[in-house]
């Protein structure tokens, strides 16, 4: 039988408690839990880690996960931490591991890092400080970019991938989340069906990767199915009558700015089609995609 790792086995050398009345922040004195290095190895798999990525680490310890995504996969690194303790042990561990080049390391406050040069961020915090980091990572990284975590989710953010890990005995939980555009507001295009040029209008209301909403085409009114964004790509689909006829769409494309390109699948009167399909938004439509922590 497996035996998870209570919550607490934290795995910062230093934690943030945050005193909501003063605003301050206050430095507390608990166990330096590193991640086990099989763990490791799942987490940089999970996220795909290769030598283009930068991987920024908060709360990096001894620098283990930056140091091993520079020995194993040749991408570059940034480690940060509370403890000055750490940073130099970081820093040592580095010149022993012959990646120093590839990697550095800063004592800091990581609610206050600049994270936007990050493709890959790698947490092993508590879920309540996942969750006061969810907002700057889902506004402040690029689409794509890809955050994995050891032990601890983000509630109502559900992972895009998540896996197990056994170590003497004891399970360990990593989840990952790749970060979306934001797809949210209202599109329109227009497309050719049976002939005639046709408006269509989708009001998208994304949450996170996952949005629904429904499309007006010729009159008739659709929901939307199956909408996903994944990085900066959007796949939907929707089914409606058109011009008379049972139709099908199924759209997939790149979404830059304000704009949608990609490609249209269509199946009217059992005849299929696949052509360009390029989307624009009204700009004031586009709402946040986040949502406040599950209540409780």
């Not at 304000?258 to 399909?277: F, K, L, P, Y």
Request: hydrophobic share 45%; with cysteine.
């Amino acid at each position: 039988m497996t035996k998870r790792l209570s919550s607490f086995a934290v795995p910062a050398a230093l934690l943030l408690l945050i005193s909501g009345a003063a605003g301050q922040v206050r430095l507390l004195d608990v166990p330096y839990v590193p991640t086990k290095f099989p763990v490791v190895d799942e987490m940089l798999s999970m996220a795909g880690v290769s030598k283009n990525d930068i991987v920024y680490d908060l709360g990096c310890g001894d620098g283990r996960i930056v140091i091993g995504a520079a020995q194993k996969y040749g991408a570059r690194g940034i480690g940060i931490d509370l403890d000055p303790e750490r940073i130099l042990e970081s820093e040592a561990n580095a010149s022993s591991a012959g990646v120093a080049d590839r990697v550095r390391f800063y004592t800091g406050d990581l609610f206050e890092a600049d994270i936007r040069e990050a493709t890959v961020v790698s947490l092993y915090l508590l879920t309540s400080i996942n969750l006061r980091l969810r907002p700057r990572l889902l506004r402040e990284l690029r689409p794509g970019s890809r955050v994995v975590s050891h032990n601890f989710a983000m509630e109502n953010w559900k992972p895009d991938a998540s896996s197990e890990v056994e170590v003497d005995g004891v399970r360990h939980d990593v989840f990952l989340w790749v970060i979306p555009a934001n797809a949210s507001g209202a599109w329109t295009w227009t497309m050719k069906i049976k002939g005639k040029t046709t408006t269509v209008r989708a009001d998208l209301i994304q949450k996170y990767q996952y949005a629904k909403g429904t499309v007006k085409i010729g009159g008739t009114e659709a929901a939307i199915a199956d909408a996903k964004i994944q990085g900066d790509l959007v796949r939907f689909r929707f089914e409606a009558a058109v011009a008379g006829s049972p139709a099908a769409f199924v759209f997939e494309g790149k979404l830059v700015g304000q704009s949608i390109n990609g490609t249209i699948r269509s199946v009217v009167d059992g005849e299929t089609r696949v052509w360009t399909w390029k989307a624009f938004r009204n700009p004031t439509t586009e709402k946040p995609i986040d949502e406040p922590p599950d209540a409780g």
